[in-house]
Antibody, heavy 121, light 111 residues
Framework: EVLLVQSGAEVKKPGATMKISCKVS????????IHWVRQAPGKGLEWMGL????????MYPEDFQGRVTIIADTSTDTMYMEMSSLNSGDTAIYYC??????????????WGQGTLVTVAS | QSVLSQPPSASGTPGQRVTISCSGT????????VYWYQQLPGTAPKLLIF???QRPSGVPDRFSGSKSGTSASLAISGLRSEDEADYYC????????????FGGGTKLTVL
């Protein structure tokens, strides 16, 4: 059974940096792309980027380039998403998701449980 | 403003058939697969349709997807109370350096 278990909720101050983990089990981390998606309170889904755990190649949308870094630690089957310069607009639930087929396409077969990050002074 | 356009809301009565639309461009829907997700309150999204019209195992055949040109649709037949949820479409977009785009989501209410 494929499982993605994310780290717990966090409260951050404006300007701070957050780092969320996503530990995978039930398959080999290097086999599939991992994506990150966030959802602000009462809002829709927003894609934040992806990583190929095999070579560490990552892709980010323009809105997050330079502020978001996704890394893979294949030795511990854990993914990390780091975002800097936080502001109140970054308050959201952050999800990791696995794509098991279809290459880069957003076929998110499995999701983490989500991590709530609150940015407040 | 989402790249893919969905109606913000839809509704139906039990047993009815409901359709949710998703409109895009040739860079996303017109040239790539469409995926649909169901999100029940307080839970992570769940893959409902992949590759335009394929259902993962375990998804009832009441759910179906279709695509024509730069638009896609999700149909739910035999509507049930447990179908009340938010529904999102998604696709890869080739217009820039490549990225994933979502629709804004449709809140389905079962009356």
């Amino acid at each position: 059974e494929v499982l993605l278990v994310q780290s717990g909720a966090e409260v951050k101050k404006p300007g701070a940096t957050m780092k969320i983990s996503c530990k995978v089990s039930g398959y080999t981390l290097g086999d599939h792309y991992i994506h990150w998606v966030r959802q602000a309170p009462g809002k829709g889904l927003e894609w934040m980027g992806l990583i190929d755990p095999v070579d560490g190649e990552s892709m980010y949308p323009e809105d997050f380039q330079g502020r978001v870094t996704i890394i893979a630690d294949t030795s511990t089957d854990t993914m990390y998403m780091e975002m800097s310069s936080l502001n109140s607009g970054d308050t959201a639930i952050y999800y990791c998701a696995v794509v098991t087929a279809d290459g880069h396409n957003p076929r998110f077969d499995y999701w983490g449980q989500g991590t709530l990050v609150t940015v407040a002074s | 403003q989402s790249v893919l356009s969905q109606p913000p809301s839809a509704s139906g009565t039990p047993g009815q058939r409901v359709t949710i639309s998703c409109s895009g461009t040739g860079f996303n829907i017109g040239g790539n697969y469409v995926y649909w997700y169901q999100q029940l309150p307080g839970t992570a999204p769940k893959l409902l349709i992949f590759r335009d019209n394929q259902r993962p195992s375990g998804v009832p055949d009441r759910f179906s997807g279709s695509k024509s040109g730069t638009s896609a649709s999700l149909a739910i037949s035999g509507l049930r109370s447990e179908d009340e949820a938010d529904y999102y479409c998604a696709a890869w977009d080739d217009s820039l350096s490549g990225l994933v785009v979502f629709g804004g989501g449709t809140k389905l209410t079962v009356l």
